[in-house]
Every structure is written in structure tokens, then in C-alpha cells.
Nanobody, 127 residues
Framework: QVQLVESGGGLVQAGGSLRLSCAAS????????MGWFRQAAGKEREFVAA????????SYADSLKGRFTISRDNAKNTVYLQMNSLKPEDTAGYYCAAVVPRNAFSTPRGLREYDYWGQGTQVTVAS
């Protein structure tokens, strides 16, 4: 069973950037597809981005393409979310998630497709 710990959140001005990290332990990291989700106050948790096992295919929420980039470093057991040109509406708790997928090319986008979740890191974008 894998444990996930997010870091890198904080307060940033609109237009700024943040890089979130999610460190995994207790499992074979390279065997998981990884995802990032976010949840704003009073709203449902929503998909942000996902990355497959190999060859590291990626998938993004349509509204975030071009601003957010997901990547992974299997040697460090870590998945990243680079967030650029941040907007106040990006304010949310950001959560990483992991699943052993049915195939190595899978980039799951649904909440229920993931088995393991971190505790989240808060991102606040000031206008």
C-alpha cells in the first residue's frame, strides 16, 4: 500500500507560479498511474491532471491545458504539478492520488478510479 504526502502549496499572487510535489512511499512507485485533483471550498473535488506509468502519457482538464504540467520522477518516487499563470479561481486544496492501472498507458480522470490519496496541500491565489 502506498502513502502519499503533498507539499509545495502556499499563498501566491495572481500570475505567479507554484510547483507541488507528491512523495510516495510504501509501494512500487513506477507501477502506479498518478493524478492530481483539487477541491475548492464548497465545491466537489475535480480532476486536474494525470500521468501514466510508461511512457508517461499525460492528461489534463481542458480548462487547465497550457498552464499546468504534470511530471514524475520515478527515481525520487515523486510526482509534480507545475502551475503557471495562477488565477484566484485556482485557489483550492490540491490532492495527489495513485492507482495500479489496468494498462501502462492509462491516465485515469475519475475520482473513483484511484485507490490511494494524500492529505492535500492548500493553494491560495490572491488577486
Amino acid at each position: 500500500q502506498v502513502q502519499l504526502v503533498e507539499s509545495g502549496g502556499g499563498l501566491v499572487q495572481a500570475g505567479g507560479s507554484l510547483r507541488l510535489s507528491c512523495a510516495a512511499s510504501g509501494g512500487t512507485f513506477s507501477g502506479y498511474a498518478m493524478g492530481w485533483f483539487r477541491q475548492a471550498a464548497g465545491k466537489e473535488r475535480e480532476f486536474v491532471a494525470a500521468i501514466s506509468q510508461i511512457p508517461r502519457l499525460t492528461s489534463y482538464a481542458d480548462s487547465l491545458k497550457g498552464r499546468f504540467t504534470i511530471s514524475r520522477d520515478n527515481a525520487k518516487n515523486t510526482v509534480y504539478l507545475q502551475m503557471n499563470s495562477l488565477k484566484p479561481e485556482d485557489t483550492a486544496g490540491y490532492y495527489c492520488a495513485a492507482v495500479v492501472p489496468r494498462n501502462a498507458f492509462s491516465t485515469p480522470r475519475g475520482l473513483r478510479e484511484y485507490d490511494y490519496w494524500g492529505q492535500g496541500t492548500q493553494v491560495t491565489v490572491a488577486s
